[in-house]
Each structure stands twice: as C-alpha cells, then as structure tokens.
C-alpha cells in the first residue's frame, strides 16, 4: 500500500500497522497502483541494509502465478480454501505475496476487509425494482462475496462467475442472452465482461444502464 493518495483499501490497511516508525526502514523505489486488468499492486523496496525485495497485494488468484513464477499447488488450495471461507462470510479477501532473497515470489497470506454496501443501497434498489427496472450485480469479487452481498440486498443470488465467459464468443448468441437477462448477476468480472453484458442488453432491447453502488 502506498499511504500517498492511498485508496480506501490502502487507508485502511496502513491504520492497522501499530508503529509506523518501522516503515522508516524502507524506501519505495517504484510502486505500480491497482488496475482493474491485473488485479494487483506492486511495489519494488530497499532495506536500509540495501536489500532489494517486491512485494504486491491484489486478487488472491491473480498472485498465483507472478511473472511466471507458479505458486505449489498446496499453497494454491490452501489460499483457495480460505478465500472460499471468508467470501461466504461476506469478507473480501486480498493476497500479499514477496519475493525472497534470491528473487522467487513467495505467497505470505491473506488479509480480510469487511467492505459492506453503503446503509441506503438496499433501499434504493428495493425503489428500482418497485418502479420495474430489474437490477443486476456485477462485481469483480469472489463469487461467494457477490451473492452474499446480494442476500443483503434483497437481490436474487442466481449469479455466474468469469467462467461463464470463457470461450464466449463461440457459444449461440440467443443462448449468451438468455443467460444474461435471466441472471441476477455475474462475479469476478473484468472490465471488458461488464461491456459484454450491457452490450448484450442493449441487443436484446432493453435500455442499459451502469453505475457503482456509491453513485
């Protein structure tokens, strides 16, 4: 995390570290922010004693495989068991992974955030629903964080993960629709997904709207 024009995430995390004198120590030589396409930071640091190290923290199946480094597959279904455990609670979880002295990623763990919807959120979309508009969830989280969520909403939790774009483009396209104006809504998404679906609305007729939940 980067504590200048650090994110809410960023925010949160530097308020956990009890003394932050220790941060003294380092030196951020480059810090590469959060882009929804790689799901991940990353941040090159020296020590005062000149070692040099990455560190980076995103989606924790994105820090899987770091420039082309492999994470074992007993970490990989440790990490998944866990993200599995906190994304039915409803928490977020991130991955932070390091890379050891002789350069080789290292996964170091999971931190968990509790990042609930805003308090008028439920009622604003019980309004929509009661004016006709059908509202769906499309969200870059954990599939299990996405229907949780919605539970909370009062929103249905027939919703698909980024599996289901897999090898889109071949499947029938009356099929692909259908998919996509009967579900309630798709998780762990990106970027292009959330074009492809309004794109697709928009085809079958509807008018197609999109905003974060904070607007």
Same mark, same amino acid.
């Given at each position: 995390?980067?504590?200048?024009?650090?994110?809410?995430?960023?925010?949160?995390?530097?308020?956990?570290?009890?003394?932050?004198?220790?941060?003294?120590?380092?030196?951020?030589?480059?810090?590469?922010?959060?882009?929804?396409?790689?799901?991940?930071?990353?941040?090159?640091?020296?020590?005062?004693?000149?070692?040099?190290?990455?560190?980076?923290?995103?989606?924790?199946?994105?820090?899987?495989?770091?420039?082309?480094?492999?994470?074992?597959?007993?970490?990989?279904?440790?990490?998944?068991?866990?993200?599995?455990?906190?994304?039915?609670?409803?928490?977020?979880?991130?991955?932070?992974?390091?890379?050891?002295?002789?350069?080789?990623?290292?996964?170091?763990?999971?931190?968990?955030?509790?990042?609930?919807?805003?308090?008028?959120?439920?009622?604003?979309?019980?309004?929509?629903?009661?004016?006709?508009?059908?509202?769906? !969830?499309?969200?870059?989280?954990?599939?299990?964080?996405? !229907?949780?969520?919605?539970?909370?909403?009062?929103?249905?939790?027939? !919703?698909?993960?980024?599996?289901?774009?897999?090898?889109?483009?071949?499947?029938?396209?009356?099929?692909?629709?259908?998919?996509?104006?009967?579900?309630?809504?798709?998780?762990?998404?990106?970027?292009?997904?959330?074009?492809?679906?309004?794109?697709?609305?928009?085809?079958?007729?509807?008018?197609?709207? !999109?905003?974060?939940?904070?607007?």
């Amino acid at each position: 995390s980067k504590r200048e024009h650090a994110d809410a995430i960023d925010t949160a995390i530097c308020k956990t570290i009890p003394n932050k004198s220790i941060l003294e120590a380092f030196t951020t030589e480059k810090f590469l922010p959060f882009d929804p396409v790689g799901k991940k930071t990353e941040a090159h640091i020296r020590d005062r004693q000149g070692a040099f190290f990455k560190v980076s923290k995103g989606a924790p199946q994105v820090l899987f495989n770091i420039e082309g480094q492999e994470m074992p597959e007993e970490v990989q279904d440790q990490v998944n068991d866990w993200v599995e455990k906190l994304a039915g609670r409803g928490l977020r979880p991130l991955g932070v992974s390091r890379t050891d002295a002789d350069g080789n990623w290292q996964y170091l763990g999971l931190i968990s955030l509790f990042d609930p919807p805003r308090e008028d959120t439920r009622d604003t979309i019980e309004k929509a629903l009661e004016l006709g508009v059908d509202v769906k !969830m499309v969200t870059g989280d954990h599939l299990l964080i996405g !229907m949780e969520t919605a539970r909370k909403l009062g929103m249905g939790t027939k !919703m698909y993960g980024n599996a289901f774009f897999k090898g889109i483009e071949s499947k029938p396209r009356t099929w692909v629709r259908a998919v996509i104006e009967n579900a309630d809504g798709f998780a762990q998404v990106y970027p292009e997904h959330k074009y492809f679906i309004v794109e697709q609305l928009q085809l079958g007729g509807y008018f197609t709207g !999109m905003n974060g939940d904070g607007v």
